[in-house]
């Protein structure tokens, strides 16, 4: 595909973050204490996970970002083995975290291009919360763009929402007042009753590839692309992200290259 010319717009970023670490190491023998296997710590990296990874793609092509999210740190760890590059152990460290205060935001008038929502269900977005930001964006005309793991979305309506097909067979309540967008793996991704296929890499890491998905969809709609031409290069942008360890910030030039 052509690359699309994108242009920066203002965007508001609500959702849940994280840290995620990768603790990368040698795997040589079995413990004597129980048949798991012993690593060898040789690397460690972290960046911004979740909601926060959305924000660097986002960033990354282009755009201007105001990000609101929870002050209590979540950190996701998982301990890589170099030579197979298999993930052997996630280790979540959650808690409560503090919750969206809607009234705190908007306490002047804003303009945004858009509103995006990356929602973890980790607590900082509550359904009350995410309904008032809608209606906040509607009677501003500004378009919203959510990605949410609530299987309750009841409320929520004239918004695009990306969803996986496992996230989408799993929604209780939901208005068919939206664009659905249902991204499919491999498959690409279907909006109505059209799939849009994507091409097909060798995959080493699908963590946040969902995220680059959402930024890169967001980017190209705000751009002027239709809705079909923004989930191609959505597409495109996550087969790259699969490529990569770890939460990865796409470019323009990756999809060049």
């Given at each position: 595909m052509?690359?699309?010319?994108?242009?920066?717009?203002?965007i508001l970023l609500v959702g849940d973050s994280c840290v995620d670490e990768y603790?990368?190491?040698?795997?040589?023998?079995?413990?004597?204490?129980?048949p798991v296997p012993i690593v060898d710590i040789m690397e460690t990296r972290s960046s911004g996970g979740m909601a926060a990874n959305v924000l660097s793609n986002l960033v990354s092509l282009g755009n201007e970002v105001d990000f609101l999210t929870n002050r209590h740190t979540l950190k996701k760890t998982r301990v890589i083995d170099s030579k197979s590059n298999q993930q052997l152990l996630r280790i979540d460290r959650e808690?409560?975290?503090?919750?969206?205060d809607i009234a705190s935001v908007f306490t002047a008038p804003i303009k945004y291009d858009a509103f995006v929502v990356s929602d973890y269900d980790k607590g900082f977005i509550n359904l009350d919360s995410l309904i008032k930001l809608i209606e906040i964006g509607h009677k501003q005309n500004i378009p919203i763009f959510i990605d949410s793991k609530k299987i309750n979305l009841f409320g929520i309506k004239d918004c695009f929402i990306k969803i996986n097909q496992k996230e989408y067979d799993s929604l209780t309540m939901f208005s068919p007042d939206n664009e659905f967008i249902i991204t499919l793996g491999d498959k690409g991704a279907q909006w109505k009753?059209?799939?849009?296929?994507?091409?097909?890499?060798s995959v080493f890491d699908v963590c946040g590839a969902g995220d680059t998905f959402l930024a890169a969809f967001v980017s190209a709609y705000l751009s002027g692309h239709d809705i079909v031409g923004s989930i191609e290069f959505a597409n495109e942008c996550a087969s790259v992200a699969v490529t990569k360890l770890g939460c990865y910030a796409i470019t323009l030039e990756d999809i060049e290259n």
């Amino acid at each position: 595909m052509d690359t699309p010319q994108l242009i920066s717009s203002k965007i508001l970023l609500v959702g849940d973050s994280c840290v995620d670490e990768y603790l990368i190491g040698h795997v040589s023998r079995l413990s004597p204490e129980a048949p798991v296997p012993i690593v060898d710590i040789m690397e460690t990296r972290s960046s911004g996970g979740m909601a926060a990874n959305v924000l660097s793609n986002l960033v990354s092509l282009g755009n201007e970002v105001d990000f609101l999210t929870n002050r209590h740190t979540l950190k996701k760890t998982r301990v890589i083995d170099s030579k197979s590059n298999q993930q052997l152990l996630r280790i979540d460290r959650e808690g409560e975290i503090d919750s969206f205060d809607i009234a705190s935001v908007f306490t002047a008038p804003i303009k945004y291009d858009a509103f995006v929502v990356s929602d973890y269900d980790k607590g900082f977005i509550n359904l009350d919360s995410l309904i008032k930001l809608i209606e906040i964006g509607h009677k501003q005309n500004i378009p919203i763009f959510i990605d949410s793991k609530k299987i309750n979305l009841f409320g929520i309506k004239d918004c695009f929402i990306k969803i996986n097909q496992k996230e989408y067979d799993s929604l209780t309540m939901f208005s068919p007042d939206n664009e659905f967008i249902i991204t499919l793996g491999d498959k690409g991704a279907q909006w109505k009753d059209r799939v849009i296929p994507t091409k097909k890499r060798s995959v080493f890491d699908v963590c946040g590839a969902g995220d680059t998905f959402l930024a890169a969809f967001v980017s190209a709609y705000l751009s002027g692309h239709d809705i079909v031409g923004s989930i191609e290069f959505a597409n495109e942008c996550a087969s790259v992200a699969v490529t990569k360890l770890g939460c990865y910030a796409i470019t323009l030039e990756d999809i060049e290259n």
